[in-house]
């Protein structure tokens, strides 16, 4: 069964980095997982896309309030996925989440498409 599991998840002080990573089991040739998202949840939002990124890396995608900040990679050998978060800041505290499903595109962000959920890691920023 596909699984995965985020890891990094801290409390830090605005202006400093973080990197999350997303381990990516039980899929060995991608088929399942071809797109792996990053995710962030409010208390009582919606569901948020951050970033995705396709199989080997090729295509990358970003919400627009976090691009230049954060940066979304791929190791296939060690099948995980990173989130690089830079120069943070409080509004992006949040739970975050890493999903899955079997390809990418534009409509990448609706998280209601994904088949594919990790447990969460907490992302804490103070001012």
């Known amino acids: 069964a596909v699984q995965l599991g985020e890891s990094g998840g801290d409390s830090v002080q605005a202006g400093g980095s973080l990197r999350l990573s997303c381990v990516v089991s039980g899929d060995p040739g991608s088929y399942s997982t071809g797109c792996v998202a990053w995710f962030r949840q409010r208390l009582g939002q919606e569901r948020e896309g951050v970033a995705a990124?396709?199989?080997?890396?090729?295509?990358?995608y970003y919400a627009d309030t976090v691009k230049g900040r954060f940066t979304i990679s791929r190791d296939t050998d060690k099948n995980t996925v990173y989130l690089q978060m830079n120069n943070l800041n409080p509004e992006d505290t949040s739970m975050y989440y890493c999903?899955?499903?079997?390809?990418?595109?534009?409509?990448?962000?609706?998280?209601?498409?994904?088949?594919?959920w990790g447990q969460g890691t907490q992302v804490t920023v103070s001012s």
């Open positions: 990124i396709s199989v080997g890396g090729g295509s990358k």
């Open positions: 999903a899955a499903r079997i390809w990418c595109g534009d409509t990448w962000p609706r998280f209601n498409e994904y088949k594919y």
